[in-house]
């Protein structure tokens, strides 16, 4: 029995976001504690879009660990498979953004809970219970927590779960630029739905053109290849069909999660075909349209409170904006 829509597996931290725009984590004062870790906002983002979403995890049975917990239970969030050990500590990501857009981390994470999550503490009953399982490359980094989201992928597979991939990268977590192409390539193998973003677009393809390299995954067999622009909107590629949806222009106070959300947004609106037994590479241009209309709005609203879990908006806001803004900009 599919009683859940979507597992999300990996990484839940704690970001503290500077209160400061335009600096640097060097000039930054002060900052503001927000749940955050890129499955966790994941599975929040659903939740509030009305999606039936389960988080699998580690985190430490301490404050922090604690506190994630909460929210996620607080939002709706299916949190059976999520570990708090009293022996790890949770993850901590202070950010900031600086003058030119760009966001500024550090991680503290030496080890994390989340990297020590082990195979035996994975709860294996939940994940055929879920449509689909979202992961990403962070829990793929380190021992024993790669092995652990290799086994939660060969199950839902298993199952016939679809698989939806967002690499997020983050350069600083990998020993080398080589180990981090080879590891983004491993969560690309058993993956049917994408969210990249250009960089992360050309490290798995080593193809500079867009579009080039978005028809390169199709024919490796991916169904779906969403690629974000950040306000410029996305371009989102199935086997037979490519839409172009423009950004909507908002008053950014803090991008992080924005990505996240979009990938909310992106499986809410696939969901519906999924259940029906159809294919993300079987919609047709007029339902992918509206579908990727639909993450662009959730990641645009993100980006407008600090914080990820705490930004990201419920289905009647996202509804809401898109009646005031039913077309990007």
Known sequence: MRDLDVICLGEALIDFVAL????SLIEAQDFHKAAGGAPAN??????????????????????????????LDDNGVDTTGMVLDPNARTGLAFVSLTETGERDFVF????????TFRPDELAEELIPRA???HYGSISLIDEPARTTTLRAIELAR???????????????LWPSLERACEGLREGLA??????????????LTGID????????????GIQLVAVTMGAEGCDCFIPHAQVRIHGHHVEAVDTTGAGDGFVAGMLAGILPAWRQGRRPGDLECEELDPICTYANAVGALTTTVRGAIPALPTADQVEAFLVENPMGV
């Open 20 to 23: 400061q725009s335009g600096v």
């Open 190 to 203: 058993h993956a049917d739905v994408l969210k990249v973003s250009e960089e992360e677009l050309y490290l």
């Open 131 to 133: 449509h689909i399982l």
């Open 108 to 115: 503290f994470r030496n080890p994390s809970a989340d990297m």
């Open 209 to 220: 053109d867009r579009e080039q390299a978005a028809w390169e995954l199709l024919d490796q």
């Open 158 to 172: 298993e199952a016939g779960a679809l698989l939806s991939y967002d690499p997020n990268l983050r350069l600083n």
């Open 42 to 71: 994941v599975a929040v983002g659903l939740a509030r879009l009305g999606a039936r979403p389960a988080f699998i995890g580690k985190v430490g049975d301490e404050p922090f660990g604690q506190v994630l917990k909460k929210t």
